[in-house]
């Protein structure tokens, strides 16, 4: 098991290995180079260029529906006006940061960690890794995971009756086939997430026909894109704030916004609900209906709230070529799916906005001398390390906020983990929860979502104490993770 015991010629060592080179990732490099400039470290990329999610999905208006002031690195200031943004910009945004702090030098691409094993005896873990068919293996100190939520490979599948029968072309958004033409097709897209409110507007700029076909109804918001705060809005405040402080301006003021917007849906279900019908009424053309369209069975943010910068997709559904049916497929056919009320679609077209298949950790097998851990068993603490595994610490954000906002507190936490354990001899934490403890698990998401709830059980849960309970929000966290105690429930080994 132990390689570090094989030939040391062959193996690597260093103090930390990063798997993922998302925005994550890259995060925590930037952190680690500024906090820790002592720390060896090397990021491990399985793809060809960095981004994760924003490299991966392609297809068309792809964007982010968090602001780009919090998404972005806080280091680094969005630097367009539009707090809203397509994949592309993401991307060549993520390129320009990482090239302008230089962080190139770190990753490691078409690298993929296939297996990283603990060893009690040498304090290291010893990571496999897979370069071009050849697969060398690295010791190191700590590891942490940067590789997302979700499964890079396969979509979550869902069961679409008859699917197989059609004859036209099936499209999964996430292996979106950038050289097909859509032009002049007739579209159904499956959902109501995320995805499918996105890919409307963008389809029917030159499909014949694009339908959304949803079971149940998300609240989808408008967001103006000319961003009009005081402070931060008008073109002219480009020229009198330095982009530093822009930037942190704007980062601050997107925080407290989105913040207080879901907070007074938890205070005030009810009247949030009432609030959102409202702008979305004003919305509609005349044939479509808050209900059963737009009226979902929970209340804002119970579920991921879905976005629509300038109200594209509203906009989209006064033309013609667009449409939103509500219902349940009996059967797809050769040429369209037909519905329990006896409705039928046509289509040339199919995609299957059904979801993400979340995963852990990128799946990769890990274990402690020995032994295979089943992450979903253990309870996650501070949301940054896993119960029971040594000097592992673990890359989520906010499903309610920008994701980077938490993945962020995770960098902070362990540079100032890595700190107290250097001025204190210290060679091994991990997190041990009490012995006795009653602790009712709880989902370390909170979100109601169908993709949530089916992957539920793979995935650590939080607890309901101390430093074993989920991420509460921005502002709290953010201070915990700077200040707050981050030794409760670790044991330290020198
Ligand atoms: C379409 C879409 C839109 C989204 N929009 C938003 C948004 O607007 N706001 C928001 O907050 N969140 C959004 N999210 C969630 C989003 O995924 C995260 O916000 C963020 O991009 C995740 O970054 P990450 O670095 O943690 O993970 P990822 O972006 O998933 O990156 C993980 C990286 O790890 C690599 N990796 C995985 N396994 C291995 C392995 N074994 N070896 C080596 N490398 C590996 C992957 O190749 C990938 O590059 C969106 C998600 C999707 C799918
Ligand atoms: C790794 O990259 C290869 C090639 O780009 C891809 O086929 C595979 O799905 C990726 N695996 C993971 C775990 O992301
Ligand atoms: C966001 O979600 C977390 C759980 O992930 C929850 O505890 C928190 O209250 C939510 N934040 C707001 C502002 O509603
Ligand atoms: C952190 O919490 C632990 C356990 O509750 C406690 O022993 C320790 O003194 C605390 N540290 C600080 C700096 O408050």
Redesign the pocket.
């Known amino acids: 098991m132990d390689s570090t015991e094989k030939k040391s010629g062959d193996v690597e060592s260093l103090d930390l290995i990063i798997?993922?080179?998302?925005?994550?990732?890259i995060n925590c490099a930037y952190r680690l180079q500024t906090k820790l400039p002592q720390v060896t470290f090397t990021i491990?990329?399985?793809?060809t260029s960095?981004?994760?999610?924003?490299?991966?999905?392609k297809y068309p208006g792809?964007r982010?529906?968090?602001d780009l002031h919090t998404?972005g690195f806080s280091w680094h200031p969005w630097p367009h006006p539009s707090p809203i943004a397509e994949g592309d910009l993401i991307i060549s945004y993520m390129k320009e940061s990482v090239a302008a702090h230089g962080l190139d030098k770190y990753i490691n691409f078409k690298?993929?960690?296939?297996s990283a094993d603990w060893s009690s005896k040498t304090n290291r873990w010893t990571v496999a890794v897979e370069n071009e068919g050849v697969t060398k293996r690295y010791t190191s100190r700590f590891m942490v995971l940067?590789?997302?939520?979700?499964d890079?490979n396969q979509p979550l599948k869902v069961e679409i009756p008859g699917l197989s029968n059609f004859r036209g072309k099936i499209i999964h958004p996430q292996f979106w086939p950038t050289d097909y033409d859509h032009t002049d097709k007739k579209i159904v897209v499956i959902g109501s997430g995320?995805?499918a409110i996105t890919l409307i507007p963008a389809l029917a700029k030159t499909a014949a026909h694009v339908t959304m076909l949803q079971r149940s109804p998300s609240y989808i918001v408008s967001q103006p894109q000319q961003w009009s705060s005081p402070w931060t809005g008008p073109k002219w405040s480009h020229k009198i704030w330095p982009r530093s402080i822009l930037g942190t301006i704007k980062r601050l003021y997107f925080m407290w916004t989105t913040h207080w917007f879901a907070t007074l849906c938890r205070w005030f279900p009810k009247r949030m609900k009432e609030m959102v019908k409202k702008a979305t009424l004003v919305q509609l053309p005349p044939r479509l209906k808050w209900d059963p369209h737009f009226s979902p069975a929970y209340y804002p943010w119970q579920q991921r709230l879905c976005l629509a910068p300038d109200g594209d997709f509203f906009k989209a559904l006064h033309t013609p070529k667009a449409d939103v049916v509500t219902g349940h497929i009996r059967t797809v056919t050769e040429d369209g799916i037909e519905l329990t009320d006896g409705t039928k679609l046509d289509a040339d077209v199919v995609v299957t906005a059904t979801g993400?298949r979340m995963l852990f950790g990128?799946?990769?097998p890990l274990q402690v001398d020995g032994e295979r851990i089943d992450t979903a068993k253990q309870i996650l603490w501070n949301g940054a390390m896993v119960q029971d595994i040594p000097n592992l610490f673990y890359?989520?954000?906010?499903t309610n906020?920008?994701?980077?906002l938490g993945?962020d507190e995770t960098a902070f936490i362990i540079c100032r983990l890595l700190k107290y354990m250097e001025r204190k001899g210290i060679q091994v934490s991990v997190p041990r929860a009490p012995r006795d403890h009653q602790m009712k698990p709880r989902s370390s998401w909170q979100l109601t979502s169908t993709y949530v709830k089916a992957a539920e059980e793979r995935f650590p849960k939080s607890g309901d104490q101390g430093p074993w309970r989920p991420r509460r929000h921005v502002p709290n966290d953010w201070a915990h993770a700077r200040w707050g105690n981050i030794t409760d429930g670790l044991h330290f080994t020198a």
């Open positions: 798997v993922g080179a998302g925005i994550s990732g491990f990329e399985n793809r960095i981004g994760g999610t924003w490299d991966l999905f792809i982010s529906d968090s998404f690298h993929k960690v296939v940067g590789a997302g939520y979700y890079y995320a995805t993400l990128g799946g990769i890359m989520i954000g906010y906020a920008s994701w980077t993945s």
